[in-house]
Every structure is written in structure tokens, then in C-alpha cells.
């Protein structure tokens, strides 16, 4: 077996040492060995590591490989630490050409050491993901969500968070069940952003992976909610309001996976029909979901019984609308059965007026699905939420001017206080940004980046939208800006999605108002 350059030269330094040179000879012949080292690296992994190797701390690391390589083998857990220095600095450089194949040798070496199901794999994973991006590798970046995806489930030991005798609502209990469902969240946003990376088939599984993440974490929050009843209610409130309002946020999820999963059964690139006969396929009673109120699919025999029967006006899955309006609605009754017990038992002013405002969100919340339902205005809703919020002390005019505007919804993440409702709105001319998934699925929302866990971002064109807002939440009139909306696809996706999308109008006096001359940034990854 051939024997490189650098591996000579190593022994040679070897025997220099175990001879006792001198110091200044020694000091001499390793600047030598080191420049030799450097130089056989980069002959060795090719142009990657050259324009790094430029730097002194490349060529340091460089040496330090290979020197660690020589001793100890080219799968030695000691050679993470000089690779992770290397990845940092090819980064650094822009270099992600060399970053991705560093990233690599450092997940090769890591499952090699720590096994392939280790938790230290995933921020590897998320790097090369990063890297990937940056060379806009997108089947690339879609397999290593997959693999992500595997590790996580393989990683994460949920019996922590459910061991059999620990009670649920002591700190601890609470503590590890937030861990699992925040962990749940972060692979679902994760399984999402997969979804717009990959063929038809292969993101609608992504979705229902999704979808299955975001079920667990309902039963989860639900089982915690449930068992608030078993409280002291002489000492309880406090800690039952602070229980729903971190609870509930999870809970919400599910009703804004009920959406996305009826926009992808009205999407056009095939995702309406793949997604119809995967849940044919999976579920018994989905056809019924699928169809409107009233109307079956056992009344049609033959092959035409998997065709959704609708009303005008209804979306193919309009009963997942139900569901997930349900969802809102029981947040609605169990904070209303929660003011009541307060005002019964002479809560605080500030107490009541943090329920109320919760109350007041779970609401208008709820007047929305209803709204995309096409099964009322939402008003009722709308005009309780407004007096809720007037008896928590919030200004009138504050109050007048939250509903002056339009919003699209359904809002994708619940906010149970006034300011935090306000965060939604936007101080511009323009509503707040809209970022799709993808141009295919341009009405649904990219994950949100919030958490600092979360670090994908795709490249965007950026297209404002120009249109007027009916009584009734539709976009009318629809106008695209000339800048930015260069790409005719891109600019029929905007087009397309602002006909689906749903707003709650502007609200005045308890009536809704037609608008004029509003504005919307849409932001749609550009993946070619």
C-alpha cells in the first residue's frame, strides 16, 4: 500500500524528537512538516480546502488532521474538533462547497462514534442543511430533512417525558411535557418545510408525518388540560390560567393543520388527487369530510364514489374546516367556564382582565373558522370579543383600531393578550408579509421561524399584491406590482393564491367594511 508524503514525513518528526534536537532545530523542521502537512492536505481533499488553506487557521487545522488521521485513524472522534474549526471558517469564506464536504466527514465520524440514532448528529444535519441551501441543492436538502427527521424519532426517549408514576401537574411532570411537545413542534415545522422541497408524492407523506406529530402533541396538551379539574380550587386559578395559556397555543396547532391539509386537497400540480387517495386509502370515513354537509358518497356507485360531493362554494375537505373550528370552539368554552369560576370566586381585576383578553383572542379565533367554513360572517364572534376586550381596560380606541384592518387568517400561531394580537397587525401601509411554502402551495404558510432552533431561509422573491378587501373577507381587484414579479410562474402563484386566501374584514360600529387600496408583500421561495 503506498505511503503519502505527509505520512514519511510524520515518522520523520517522530524520530527527530525522540533524539532530543535542539530547540531551534526543532522549531525549524516543525514549520517545515507543518507547511508539508498543509500542503499534502490540500492535494488531498482538492480545491475545497485550498482557498480556506489560505488562512493561517486553515492551515493549522489542516496539520492537525492530518497529523490526527496518522495516529489514530481517519474515523477518530478527535478529528470533530479541528473539522468543526475548518466548517466554521469555510462558512466564513462563502465557501460551501468545501463546508458540505467537511460537514460530512464530521456526520460520518459522529454516527461512527456516538451511534446513527445520537441527538449530536442533528446540529450536523442542520448545518448541511444550511449548506445545501446556500448551494441551492434542493433534493440535497430535502433527504437530509428526511434525515433529520429519522434521527429525531430515533433520539428522542419520550418515556422521560411520560414516565408511568410521575404525577402531571407538579413541576417536573409539566416541565418534561413542555420539553417533548416543543420538541414535537420543531420536527413538525421541520416535516413541513420538507414538503415544499420534494415531488407530489413524497411531501404529501411529509405532511402526514406532520400531521401525525401535530395530533400527538394535541393529545398531549389535552391530557394536561383535562387534569386541571383535580386542582384545589381554592389555590388553583393562577396556576390553571397559566397551565391554558401554554397549553392551549399547542392545541391550536392541530386546527391549523386542518387547514393546511384542506389546502393541499384544493391544490392544483396534482396535490389534490394524491392527497384525496391517501386519505381514502387511510382513513374510512374520509370521503364524508371531503364532501359537504348532507351530502355522501355512498349515494354514487362504481369508481366515482371517491369524488367529493360539494355545494357551491365549498372546498373539497370542508369538514376538516369543521374539525378544526371545533378545536377553537372548546378553547372558547373552557376559557368562558374559566372567567366564570373567577367571577364566581371574586377573582382580581387583573386576573379577570387577562382572562378576558384570552377570551377575547379564543374568539375572534373562532369567528374566523367559521369564515373559512363559508358557514357564517363570524360577527357575533367578532362583536363578543370587541366588548371583551373594552371590560379588560384596553382603550376603545385601540380596540377600534385593531378591527379597522383587515388580517388574513387563519392566524398560524394563537395569541391569547391583547398586545400580543396587536404584534399581528402591521404599523405599514401594507398588510403584514405573507411567506408561502412554496409557489405550488402558495396559500399556505412557511413554517414559522420564530423559535432559534428554526434557522432555514430560503431565498425569496418578493411580490406586492394590490387589491380591496369585501364584506365578506375576499380579495377583489386583484393588481401585481410590476417589481419584483419579473418571473410570469411566480407571478401567476400570487395571482392564484390571493383568489383562495381568506381575510377577516375590516370591522367598524359591529359591521363589516369593504376596503380599498390594500397592499400585501408576498414572499415565495425561488428554488430553481
Same mark, same amino acid.
Given at each position: 500500500?503506498?505511503?503519502?508524503?505527509? *505520512?514519511?514525513?510524520?515518522?520523520?518528526?517522530?524520530?527527530?524528537?525522540?533524539?532530543? $534536537?535542539?530547540?531551534?532545530?526543532?522549531?525549524?523542521?516543525?514549520?517545515?512538516?507543518?507547511?508539508?502537512?498543509?500542503? +499534502?492536505?490540500?492535494?488531498?481533499?482538492?480545491?475545497?480546502?485550498?482557498?480556506?488553506?489560505?488562512?493561517?487557521?486553515?492551515?493549522?487545522?489542516?496539520?492537525?488532521?492530518?497529523?490526527?488521521?496518522? =495516529?489514530?485513524?481517519?474515523?477518530?472522534?478527535?478529528?470533530?474538533?479541528?473539522?468543526?474549526?475548518?466548517?466554521?471558517?469555510?462558512?466564513?469564506?462563502?465557501?460551501?462547497?468545501?463546508?458540505?464536504?467537511?460537514?460530512?466527514?464530521?456526520?460520518?465520524?459522529?454516527?461512527?462514534?456516538?451511534?446513527?440514532?445520537?441527538?449530536?448528529?442533528?446540529?450536523?444535519?442542520? *448545518?448541511?442543511?444550511? &449548506?445545501?441551501?446556500?448551494?441551492?441543492?434542493?433534493?440535497?436538502?430535502?433527504?437530509?430533512?428526511?434525515?433529520?427527521?429519522?434521527?429525531?424519532?430515533?433520539?428522542?426517549?419520550?418515556?422521560?417525558?411520560?414516565?408511568?408514576?410521575?404525577?402531571?401537574?407538579?413541576?417536573?411532570?409539566?416541565?418534561?411535557?413542555?420539553? /417533548?411537545?416543543?420538541?414535537?413542534?420543531?420536527?413538525?415545522?421541520?416535516?413541513?418545510?420538507?414538503?415544499? %422541497?420534494?415531488?407530489?408524492?413524497?411531501?404529501?407523506?411529509? @405532511?402526514?408525518?406532520?400531521?401525525?406529530?401535530?395530533?400527538?402533541? @394535541?393529545?398531549?396538551? =389535552?391530557?394536561?388540560?383535562?387534569?386541571?379539574?383535580?386542582?384545589?380550587?381554592?389555590?388553583?386559578?393562577?396556576?390553571? @390560567?397559566?397551565?391554558?395559556?401554554?397549553?392551549?397555543?399547542?392545541?391550536?396547532?392541530?386546527?391549523?393543520?386542518?387547514?393546511?391539509?384542506?389546502?393541499?386537497?384544493?391544490?392544483?400540480?396534482?396535490?389534490?388527487?394524491?392527497?384525496?387517495?391517501? /386519505?381514502?386509502?387511510?382513513?374510512?370515513?374520509?370521503?364524508?369530510? %371531503?364532501? +359537504?354537509?348532507?351530502?355522501?358518497?355512498?349515494?354514487?356507485?362504481?369508481?366515482?364514489?371517491?369524488?367529493?360531493?360539494?355545494?357551491?362554494?365549498?372546498?373539497?375537505?370542508?369538514?376538516?374546516?369543521?374539525?378544526?373550528?371545533?378545536?377553537?370552539?372548546?378553547?372558547?368554552?373552557?376559557? #368562558?367556564?374559566?372567567?366564570?369560576?373567577?367571577?364566581?370566586?371574586?377573582? #382580581?381585576?387583573?386576573?379577570?382582565?387577562?382572562?378576558?383578553?384570552?377570551?377575547?383572542?379564543?374568539?375572534?379565533?373562532?369567528?374566523?373558522?367559521?369564515?373559512?367554513?363559508?358557514?357564517?360572517?363570524?360577527?357575533?364572534?367578532?362583536?363578543?370579543?370587541?366588548?371583551?376586550?373594552?371590560?379588560?381596560?384596553?382603550?376603545?380606541?385601540? $380596540?377600534?383600531?385593531?378591527? !379597522?384592518?383587515?388580517?388574513?387568517?387563519?392566524?398560524?400561531?394563537?395569541?391569547?393578550?391583547?398586545?400580543?394580537?396587536? &404584534?399581528?397587525?402591521? =404599523?405599514?401601509?401594507?398588510?403584514?408579509?405573507?411567506?408561502?411554502?412554496?409557489?405550488? %402551495?402558495?396559500?399556505? &404558510? !412557511?413554517?414559522?421561524?420564530?423559535?432559534?432552533?428554526?434557522?432555514?431561509?430560503?431565498?425569496?422573491?418578493?411580490?406586492? !399584491?394590490?387589491?380591496?378587501?369585501?364584506?365578506?373577507?375576499? !380579495?377583489?381587484?386583484?393588481?401585481?406590482?410590476?417589481?419584483?414579479?419579473?418571473?410570469?410562474?411566480?407571478?401567476?402563484? $400570487?395571482?392564484?393564491?390571493?383568489?383562495?386566501?381568506?381575510?377577516?374584514? &375590516?370591522?367598524? #360600529?359591529?359591521? +363589516?367594511?369593504? /376596503?380599498?387600496?390594500?397592499?400585501?408583500? @408576498?414572499?415565495?421561495?425561488? %428554488?430553481?
Amino acid at each position: 500500500m503506498a505511503i503519502s508524503p505527509s *505520512s514519511y514525513a510524520l515518522v520523520y518528526l517522530h524520530r527527530v524528537r525522540s533524539a532530543l $534536537v535542539s530547540p531551534a532545530l526543532l522549531y525549524c523542521l516543525t514549520l517545515t512538516i507543518s507547511l508539508l502537512l498543509a500542503s +499534502s492536505e490540500v492535494a488531498a481533499q482538492g480545491p475545497q480546502i485550498e482557498d480556506a488553506a489560505s488562512s493561517d487557521s486553515a492551515v493549522s487545522y489542516a496539520a492537525q488532521i492530518q497529523e490526527f488521521e496518522f =495516529e489514530f485513524g481517519p474515523l477518530d472522534r478527535r478529528l470533530l474538533e479541528p473539522l468543526a474549526g475548518l466548517a466554521e471558517l469555510q462558512f466564513e469564506r462563502g465557501d460551501f462547497d468545501a463546508a458540505a464536504a467537511t460537514l460530512r466527514r464530521q456526520l460520518q465520524i459522529t454516527r461512527n462514534t456516538f451511534g446513527f440514532e445520537d441527538s449530536r448528529l442533528l446540529p450536523l444535519v442542520d *448545518s448541511l442543511v444550511q &449548506a445545501e441551501i446556500a448551494r441551492s441543492d434542493w433534493q440535497q436538502v430535502a433527504d437530509y430533512l428526511d434525515l433529520r427527521s429519522q434521527i429525531f424519532i430515533g433520539s428522542f426517549d419520550e418515556s422521560r417525558a411520560l414516565e408511568e408514576d410521575k404525577e402531571l401537574l407538579d413541576l417536573e411532570g409539566v416541565a418534561a411535557r413542555m420539553e /417533548l411537545a416543543n420538541a414535537l413542534s420543531l420536527q413538525s415545522g421541520w416535516l413541513m418545510q420538507q414538503v415544499a %422541497l420534494t415531488p407530489t408524492r413524497d411531501a404529501i407523506d411529509s @405532511f402526514f408525518d406532520a400531521r401525525e406529530l401535530d395530533e400527538r402533541i @394535541f393529545d398531549l396538551s =389535552e391530557d394536561v388540560i383535562e387534569r386541571l379539574e383535580s386542582l384545589p380550587r381554592e389555590n388553583g386559578s393562577a396556576a390553571e @390560567f397559566l397551565l391554558l395559556t401554554q397549553w392551549l397555543p399547542f392545541m391550536y396547532r392541530q386546527s391549523v393543520n386542518d387547514y393546511s391539509l384542506v389546502q393541499l386537497l384544493n391544490a392544483q400540480s396534482g396535490f389534490s388527487y394524491d392527497t384525496i387517495d391517501y /386519505l381514502i386509502r387511510r382513513e374510512g370515513g374520509a370521503i364524508n369530510k %371531503l364532501s +359537504s354537509p348532507g351530502f355522501s358518497a355512498r349515494s354514487i356507485s362504481g369508481p366515482n364514489n371517491r369524488i367529493p360531493i360539494l355545494e357551491k362554494g365549498d372546498p373539497i375537505g370542508v369538514g376538516y374546516l369543521r374539525d378544526g373550528y371545533f378545536g377553537v370552539r372548546e378553547m372558547d368554552i373552557r376559557l #368562558s367556564d374559566f372567567l366564570e369560576r373567577q367571577l364566581t370566586a371574586g377573582a #382580581s381585576d387583573s386576573d379577570l382582565a387577562s382572562t378576558r383578553q384570552a377570551l377575547a383572542a379564543a374568539k375572534i379565533y373562532r369567528g374566523d373558522y367559521l369564515l373559512l367554513q363559508n358557514r357564517g360572517s363570524g360577527m357575533r364572534e367578532y362583536r363578543e370579543a370587541y366588548q371583551l376586550l373594552l371590560e379588560s381596560g384596553v382603550d376603545a380606541v385601540e $380596540v377600534d383600531g385593531y378591527f !379597522a384592518r383587515p388580517a388574513l387568517i387563519p392566524a398560524t400561531q394563537l395569541r391569547l393578550t391583547f398586545d400580543a394580537l396587536k &404584534a399581528d397587525k402591521s =404599523e405599514s401601509e401594507c398588510l403584514p408579509s405573507f411567506t408561502a411554502l412554496s409557489d405550488r %402551495l402558495a396559500t399556505l &404558510a !412557511a413554517p414559522s421561524n420564530d423559535a432559534s432552533a428554526w434557522a432555514i431561509e430560503l431565498p425569496h422573491a418578493e411580490i406586492t !399584491a394590490r387589491f380591496g378587501v369585501s364584506r365578506r373577507g375576499k !380579495a377583489t381587484g386583484v393588481k401585481i406590482d410590476e417589481v419584483g414579479a419579473e418571473d410570469a410562474g411566480l407571478r401567476r402563484a $400570487v395571482n392564484r393564491a390571493m383568489k383562495d386566501l381568506q381575510f377577516r374584514p &375590516a370591522i367598524a #360600529s359591529g359591521r +363589516s367594511q369593504r /376596503l380599498r387600496d390594500q397592499c400585501l408583500l @408576498f414572499r415565495i421561495p425561488v %428554488l430553481d
